[in-house]
């Protein structure tokens, strides 16, 4: 996990307008422009929920916008807040839950700051009022020592890197920026396989399976399967962008379990 933090001065704190309803055109103030950002979670990642950060970057500059001018958006996404799109019970692996992130911000280069990741209480609580506190509080147990996983794309001064992904809002107009999955991989792995009383043999082991989760990025109109459910014409007819430094990248939220010896 890499930390960062940043005091922002006269930065603006939004959440957005998400919905699994139809979409429609947003109206736009003077100056402004939107962006359409659809986020998903396959079905390696729906028991946590996700949280992307962007910010203006400064005019002319090669880092974020601190000043007067600066503009700044956070979204959090829950599983409950999604739609199941594809997949279905026939086809787990295939299953996506998603939802779109339409947004107005000043016109300007924006930089997508960072991504993160966290345990989700959701369907945690039992049948009981007593299943309910319990679990509730075995989950806050549970949550309060995951780690919060995080990949910041900016330098802790504010600077871009080569590889910080970027994107316009354009004055007027809601621009598609495509599709943000967080997905998982998994690989076979062997542990030693303990008798009763935890001891191992030095010979016998079981294959497990471990995962490590990472972001996906798909540029408009790759995913149709995913955007018709939802959004239908709206959205298969807004102009198109393609996130820079996203494309063909895997970026990893959380990886592999370091191996036990054997």
């Not at 950002?37 to 990642?45: D, E, G, I, K, Y």
């Not at 945690?124 to 910041?152: C, H, M, P, R």
């Not at 802790?156 to 316009?168: I, V």
């Amino acid at each position: 996990m890499r930390a960062f933090s940043m005091a922002l001065a006269f930065a603006v704190f939004l959440t957005g307008c998400q919905t699994t309803k139809p979409l429609g055109p947003q109206a736009l103030q003077n100056g402004y422009g939107g962006g359409l950002l659809q986020l998903c979670f396959s079905h390696f990642s729906v028991n946590r929920y996700i949280t992307i950060t962007l910010q203006k970057i400064a005019a002319n500059a090669r880092m974020l916008d601190y000043g007067p001018a600066a503009f700044r958006l956070e979204k959090t996404l829950r599983l409950h807040e999604t739609r199941d799109v594809s997949g279905g019970a026939f086809f787990p692996k295939d299953r996506r839950h998603c939802a779109f992130w339409q947004f107005e911000a000043p016109a300007g280069e924006y930089a997508i700051v960072k991504v993160g990741e966290r345990l989700s209480t959701a369907g945690s609580s039992g049948g009981s009022l007593l299943g309910a506190v319990l679990g509730a509080a075995i989950a806050a147990a549970i949550i309060a020592s995951a780690k919060n996983d995080e990949v910041v794309f900016v330098r802790a001064d504010g600077s871009l890197k080569n590889d910080t992904p970027t994107f316009a809002i354009r004055p007027g107009e809601t621009t598609h920026l495509g599709t943000i999955m967080y997905d998982g991989e998994q690989e076979p792995r062997e542990q030693p396989r303990l008798d009763n009383h935890g001891y191992w043999d030095g010979l016998n082991t079981d294959t497990v399976k471990v995962t490590r989760l990472i972001l996906a990025y798909f540029p408009a109109g790759s995913v149709p399967d995913t955007t018709k459910a939802i959004a239908g014409k709206y959205e298969a007819n807004l102009p198109r962008q393609t996130i820079s430094h996203l494309t063909g990248r895997t970026v990893i939220i959380e990886d592999f379990p370091e191996a036990a010896p054997l």
